[in-house]
């Protein structure tokens, strides 16, 4: 019996007919690299691929590392696999991976999400026969509202703040939430402020050509009192601390799918949360799996073990993957330095 096109190993995805992992969690010699997210692009590795829009951040990320770069949709033989690269939706740059070995088809997914932003590459079904899919925000409770709507509510609350002289503080990950509320708020309602990690990847991104609103840099020097009514855009792990008391009387929010749980903002200790992910929700699941026409699921990060039932009472021969990746979390994301 032929190698299964994929197979689930201690170091991450392999390929037995390319010799190559893809997001793998250890070092290996080749991985394969889906976005540049700290959970899926690790140091250590041999020799990178990923896409020429991934690759900028993940040097920012990793430092001087030997990768190599391929477009959506181009194929490239290595050993007896046929390997490609297509739109996840995810961030800029990332990609769900097809494999193909003897006419037979996996595609991993990475993380995703079905809804355009506006500036990643919008998510692009892959015809498959198995899907290795997140399920990050597998529970029919998580139902986004448009972006548009979101951003009324970030630029309402921001105008309240602003009026009553208060800073406005909110909390996103330095790479894709980040760029995704700069491109979808109001930017001329007031000066925008950026912790230096999201600035870092904003010069990163806008170096590649992303359109994104000006913004100033928060610096040890950075007067808040000259930026009266400003948007803060922070990190995580900034919220609540020194750095982000210096803005004097604020209003904190937080931006994640997590939002749609009640208590998870206590837990932030946040004034306001506001529903956006980049990460598919339970109807972008169920119509990325289907459009797939995969038979064969697997289930990696995220309610593995609901998502998987569910998708056996639907008919799908589905299985659980366990992996080193963690979706959409409320904790710092370990690349989020200054």
């Given at each position: 019996?032929?190698?299964?096109?994929?197979?689930?190993?201690?170091?991450?995805?392999?390929?037995?007919?390319?010799?190559?992992?893809?997001?793998?969690?250890?070092?290996?010699?080749?991985?394969?690299?889906?976005?540049?997210?700290?959970?899926?692009?690790?140091?250590?590795?041999?020799?990178?691929?990923?896409?020429?829009?991934?690759?900028?951040?993940?040097?920012?990320?990793?430092?001087?590392?030997?990768?190599?770069?391929?477009?959506?949709?181009?194929?490239?033989?290595?050993?007896?696999?046929?390997?490609?690269?297509?739109?996840?939706?995810?961030?800029?740059?990332?990609?769900?991976?097809?494999?193909?070995?003897?006419?037979?088809?996996?595609?991993?997914?990475?993380?995703?999400?079905?809804?355009?932003?506006?500036?990643?590459?919008?998510?692009?079904?892959?015809?498959?026969?198995?899907?290795?899919?997140?399920?990050?925000?597998?529970?029919?409770?998580?139902?986004?509202?448009?972006?548009?709507?979101?951003?009324?509510?970030?630029?309402?609350?921001?105008?309240?703040?602003?009026?009553?002289?208060?800073?406005?503080i909110l909390g996103a990950y330095a790479l894709g939430k980040a760029q995704r509320l700069l491109?979808?708020?109001?930017?001329?309602?007031?000066?925008?402020?950026?912790?230096?990690?999201?600035?870092?990847?904003?010069?990163?991104?806008?170096?590649?050509?992303?359109?994104?609103?000006?913004?100033?840099?928060?610096?040890?020097?950075?007067?808040?009192?000259?930026?009266?009514?400003?948007?803060?855009?922070?990190?995580?792990?900034?919220?609540?601390?020194?750095?982000?008391?210096?803005?004097?009387?604020?209003?904190?929010?937080?931006?994640?799918?997590?939002?749609?749980l009640r208590g998870v903002r206590r837990r932030r200790a946040a004034d306001r949360g506001f529903?956006?992910?980049?990460?598919?929700?339970?109807?972008?699941?169920?119509?990325?799996?289907?459009?797939?026409?995969?038979?064969?699921?697997?289930?990696?990060?995220?309610?593995?073990?609901?998502?998987?039932?569910?998708?056996?009472?639907?008919?799908?021969?589905?299985?659980?993957?366990?992996?080193?990746?963690?979706?959409?979390?409320?904790?710092?994301?370990?690349?989020?330095?200054?």
């Amino acid at each position: 019996m032929a190698d299964p096109v994929l197979t689930f190993t201690d170091r991450g995805i392999y390929c037995p007919a390319a010799d190559v992992f893809i997001d793998p969690w250890k070092p290996v010699d080749r991985a394969l690299i889906t976005h540049g997210h700290a959970d899926h692009a690790r140091p250590g590795m041999g020799r990178y691929l990923a896409t020429a829009g991934a690759a900028p951040v993940m040097r920012h990320r990793l430092g001087d590392i030997r990768i190599e770069t391929v477009a959506y949709g181009e194929t490239r033989r290595i050993g007896d696999a046929s390997i490609s690269f297509h739109p996840a939706g995810h961030v800029p740059g990332s990609a769900q991976i097809r494999v193909e070995v003897g006419g037979e088809i996996w595609v991993v997914s990475g993380d995703y999400k079905v809804a355009p932003d506006g500036l990643s590459d919008p998510f692009e079904p892959v015809r498959c026969h198995a899907f290795i899919t997140e399920c990050t925000f597998g529970l029919p409770v998580f139902r986004w509202d448009s972006q548009d709507a979101v951003a009324m509510q970030i630029n309402d609350w921001w105008r309240g703040n602003a009026a009553e002289g208060r800073a406005t503080i909110l909390g996103a990950y330095a790479l894709g939430k980040a760029q995704r509320l700069l491109s979808a708020i109001d930017a001329s309602m007031g000066p925008i402020l950026t912790h230096g990690a999201v600035e870092n990847t904003n010069e990163v991104l806008r170096a590649q050509g992303l359109p994104l609103p000006d913004t100033i840099r928060v610096t040890p020097e950075l007067n808040p009192k000259d930026h009266p009514g400003a948007l803060v855009l922070a990190t995580p792990s900034a919220l609540g601390t020194a750095w982000a008391r210096r803005f004097g009387p604020a209003s904190t929010g937080f931006a994640s799918g997590w939002m749609a749980l009640r208590g998870v903002r206590r837990r932030r200790a946040a004034d306001r949360g506001f529903v956006l992910s980049d990460h598919a929700d339970w109807e972008g699941l169920n119509t990325a799996i289907a459009e797939t026409g995969a038979e064969r699921i697997f289930a990696t990060h995220g309610y593995i073990q609901i998502f998987r039932r569910w998708l056996e009472s639907r008919g799908y021969d589905a299985a659980i993957v366990e992996t080193q990746y963690e979706g959409e979390t409320l904790d710092p994301d370990p690349a989020e330095a200054p």
